[in-house]
């Protein structure tokens, strides 16, 4: 069994005041270990081989994990080979800057680096945080993700030596994630977005040789698709469908032929309660060049002769999407959908320094957390939006969490010159956030 040890002694202790206890007694203080930003001490995890049978424990003889937010085993960041006879892990320092993929034995709990990456910004195993590296250990070789020409793509390395042994997948789109490799046909198959004009974030199936031939696409419609493979992955579970299209599902064989097709969901009765489809959009950023992408949903029984509120849910973080291209709006974009059923406008888009696209569009970020989603880019798009939708009113906004800390940031580090004002709506009470303007940079201090 592969696990860890959490180390969090030296880590600071950080305490809540609970004000309001649930059995109305007296404010109760609650403790825990919580690492700051630019604490020496964070969470640290040794890995830990335990052999259930024997009893015996061991340990990686090498140094511990940095585990500021997840377990390294719960995001597959360390797994166990095939036979079982080595664990592979990933390392990153805390300016993640370098990539290492480990061997650990773990009869020994010897550690031996199979090979390492630099960069002179983040590099990383897969632009989400929450999704699986985009890496995979085969009998002789290695597939690697990296991003050093500017897009996410997949390389080769020989497992023995760590050596590049060539360049799988290329060109002005990324790899999102790895699905079958057949080491008898030497084909590897994979999703990738940025193939789709219409929408740089649809997802499509795609196969190629381990030699970078043969490069074809699976599913060669507009869609967006998401696959789904049974255990002995045979085939896969094919759901098709856009923001405004709902899934057909179906069942594909590995040259995208469909088999059978499962379902077409019915948004009849949807339609019925005065639903109507999102719209997905495209805009220029604050900039002025870079294309960006959102979604806009419209209130129930929406009337285009009535003015509406318009609610930014905006979320500023490097790691995740606000916004999905598929119909299924994601864990992100749950809250658009009720917003919007409340009678609001409601604008969700991810803005510079979000994963999806090119590194240089996800670097936007790096080395400027409250950069992430630049809230510029929303006040650009909120402006360009409402040029042709005059029933957007863009007097309020609402927010929790990190979209507080935002609303926060327009009103305390706007530029003077700025001219609009746009009002924040807190949940619990209403405060006046004024001055927010494309030209503001803002940063947490």
Not at 21 to 45: I, K, M, N, S, Y
């Amino acid at each position: 069994m592969l696990t860890h040890r959490t180390d969090e002694r030296s880590v600071r202790q950080t305490h809540l005041l609970e004000a309001g206890p649930a059995d109305g007694g007296a404010p109760r203080l609650h403790t825990q270990r919580f690492a700051h930003p630019g604490d020496e001490a964070v969470p640290l995890a040794e890995l830990v081989v335990l052999d259930v049978a024997t009893g015996t424990v061991v340990r990686a003889r090498a140094e511990p994990l940095l585990m500021s937010q997840m377990s390294p085993i719960t995001i597959k960041w360390a797994w166990w080979a095939p036979d079982g006879s080595a664990v592979y892990y990933l390392d990153r320092p805390r300016d993640l800057r370098t990539l290492t993929l480990h061997r650990l034995d773990p009869a020994t709990g010897e550690v031996a680096t199979v090979l390492s990456e630099s960069g002179g910004t983040r590099v990383e195993p897969n632009q989400w945080q929450y999704e699986p590296p985009i890496v995979r250990v085969l009998a002789d070789e290695v597939l690697w993700y990296s991003q050093r020409d500017g897009w996410g793509h997949l390389y080769r390395y020989d497992l023995s030596t760590g050596e590049l042994l060539g360049q799988v997948t290329s060109g002005q789109w990324a790899v999102r994630q790895i699905l079958r490799v057949d080491e008898a046909e030497r084909v590897v198959y994979f999703t990738a977005s940025g193939l789709v004009e219409e929408d740089p974030y649809r997802r499509t199936v795609c196969r190629v040789g381990l030699d970078g031939s043969g490069f074809a696409g699976l599913t060669d419609d507009e869609s967006d698709h998401i696959a789904t493979l049974p255990d002995g992955q045979e085939y896969f579970l094919d759901s098709a469908s856009t923001v405004d299209t709902p899934p057909v599902t179906s069942v594909r064989d590995w040259t995208g032929r469909v088999l059978v097709e499962l379902e077409r969901a019915d948004t009849t009765k949807l339609t019925a309660t005065g639903w109507t489809a999102p719209e997905r959009f495209r805009v220029k950023a604050a900039d002025g060049v870079t294309d960006i992408y959102g979604v806009l949903y419209h209130p129930r029984g929406f009337d285009p002769a009535k003015r509406y509120a318009v609610v930014d849910n905006i979320y500023p973080g490097p790691q995740v999407n606000r916004v999905l291209p598929s119909f299924d709006p994601g864990g992100m974009g749950m809250d658009a959908e009720p917003l919007a059923a409340l009678g609001f406008v409601v604008v969700a888009l991810d803005g510079r320094g979000t994963p999806g696209r090119d590194k240089a569009f996800h670097d936007a970020s790096y080395g400027r957390l409250a950069d992430a989603g630049n809230l510029a880019d929303h006040v650009a798009a909120l402006r360009q939006l409402a040029e042709t939708r005059p029933w957007m009113d863009l007097t309020p906004s609402t927010g929790s969490s990190a979209p507080s800390e935002r609303q926060s940031a327009s009103h305390n580090r706007a530029p003077p010159q700025c001219e609009d004002d746009l009002h924040a709506t807190q949940p619990g009470g209403d405060f006046p956030v004024q001055g927010v303007c494309p030209e503001a940079r803002h940063r947490r201090g």
